[in-house]
T-cell receptor
């Protein structure tokens, strides 16, 4: 049973544009909402995370927006760059288990 | 450099072979994890170790056998694998288990079963 549903599966954005990736969840036990970034040939790395007591968190060009009532959270990448081309995963945990989404492959075109 | 090193990076083995994957973390963490990453599927947690004790085993077939001799090293022993076991195997560590802590991943071992 999939705990999180991530969309879109793939995304192509022009350099300088905004990339938006969404994650919907059902498990109300989630109380920490991270996004991981994975480059080809590398393992996932934590990019940014939010706790449900705030609705938005910004770190540089990366922003998480959290909607508790809708049980959704999203990643926004402002001024997208070719170096942002990677696969992005939402992965809220319960205990030891990170419930990874299926990933979004982002391609930023120069 | 993530502080988590996995070897080998690539491994090709036959179904009757026995091999081992190695993971070493230099972060002083107490928890270590094995994940399986297959194409078009979410990452699957396989095993969790806390202070060298296995605390979770997510219904993984017995042909995968983990070993954690100390808090810095984690092995995954493989024997009699099936073609569907071909995947990227990722090791991760965190300061402790649970508590919603970020996990630090190695770059994985790409395993191909002939």
């Amino acid at each position: 049973q999939q705990q999180v549903k991530q969309s879109p599966q793939s995304l192509i954005v022009q350099k300088g544009g905004i990339s938006i990736i969404n994650c919907a969840y059902e498990n109300t036990a989630f109380d920490y909402f991270p996004w991981y970034q994975q480059f080809p040939g590398k393992g996932p790395a934590l990019l940014i995370a939010i706790r449900p007591d705030v609705s938005e968190k910004k770190e540089g060009r990366f922003t998480i927006s959290f909607n508790k009532s809708a049980k959704q959270f999203s990643l926004h990448i402002m001024d997208s760059q070719p170096g942002d081309s990677a696969t992005y995963f939402c992965a809220p945990p319960v205990g030891n288990n990170l419930f990874f989404g299926t990933g979004t492959r982002l391609t930023v075109i120069p | 450099e993530t502080g988590v090193t996995q070897t080998p990076r690539h491994l090709v083995m036959g179904m009757t072979n026995k091999k081992s994957l190695k993971c070493e973390q230099h972060l002083g963490h107490n928890a270590m994890y094995w994940y399986k990453q297959s194409a078009k599927k979410p990452l699957e947690l396989m095993f969790v170790y806390s202070l060298e004790e296995r605390v979770e085993n997510n219904s993984v077939p017995s042909r995968f056998s983990p070993e954690c001799p100390n808090s810095s090293h984690l092995f995954l022993h493989l024997h009699t694998l099936q073609p569907e076991d071909s995947a990227l195997y990722l090791c991760a560590s965190s300061p402790q288990t649970g508590l919603n802590q970020p996990q630090h991943f190695g770059d994985g071992t790409r395993l191909s079963i002939l």
